[in-house]
């Protein structure tokens, strides 16, 4: 019979629990589920859409439903989603051209994008509300 062979210990990975995520890494995570979010709403979107091509019940019956609880926060999501991504990909643009490169900056730019983006999505929903 052989001997087995001895192994060598091999150094563990960070775990999540100690690794603390640069806000630059969370932002293009975001950024993506975002994106994939956008998707999920823009098919409520077109729902809404064809429900008014279709017939009055039919809209009133998707409108309802939009217009309960869990609709209107799905739908600031959605608005959030959008807005979030929008900014984000306005910042991807101004690396495109080179600048804010640097972790400082780019740092305080994704810090930037989230309060813009929550922001805006709460001011466009006030407006929203005083215009309706």
């Given at each position: 019979?052989?001997?087995?062979?001895v192994?060598?210990?091999?150094?563990?990975?960070?775990?999540?629990?100690?690794?603390?995520?640069?806000?630059?890494?969370?932002?293009?995570?975001?950024?993506?589920?975002?994106?994939?979010?956008?998707?999920?709403?823009t098919?409520?979107?077109?729902?809404w859409?064809?429900?008014?091509a279709?017939?009055?019940?039919?809209?009133?019956?998707?409108?309802?439903?939009?217009?309960?609880?869990?609709?209107r926060?799905?739908l600031?999501?959605?608005?959030?989603?959008?807005?979030?991504h929008?900014?984000?990909g306005?910042?991807?643009?101004?690396?495109?051209?080179g600048?804010?490169l640097e972790?400082?900056?780019?740092?305080?730019i994704?810090?930037?994008?989230i309060?813009?983006s929550v922001?805006?999505?709460?001011?466009?929903w006030?407006?929203?509300?005083?215009?309706?």
């Amino acid at each position: 019979m052989s001997q087995p062979t001895v192994t060598r210990q091999r150094p563990l990975s960070p775990h999540v629990s100690i690794y603390r995520w640069p806000i630059t890494m969370a932002m293009s995570i975001l950024h993506r589920v975002t994106g994939g979010a956008l998707y999920v709403g823009t098919l409520l979107l077109a729902a809404w859409l064809v429900s008014a091509a279709a017939s009055e019940e039919c809209f009133n019956t998707v409108n309802a439903l939009f217009s309960s609880f869990i609709g209107r926060l799905v739908l600031f999501g959605y608005t959030w989603a959008l807005l979030h991504h929008l900014v984000g990909g306005i910042r991807h643009f101004i690396w495109d051209t080179g600048a804010a490169l640097e972790k400082h900056t780019a740092s305080k730019i994704a810090w930037a994008s989230i309060v813009i983006s929550v922001v805006a999505t709460i001011l466009i929903w006030i407006v929203a509300y005083s215009v309706r």
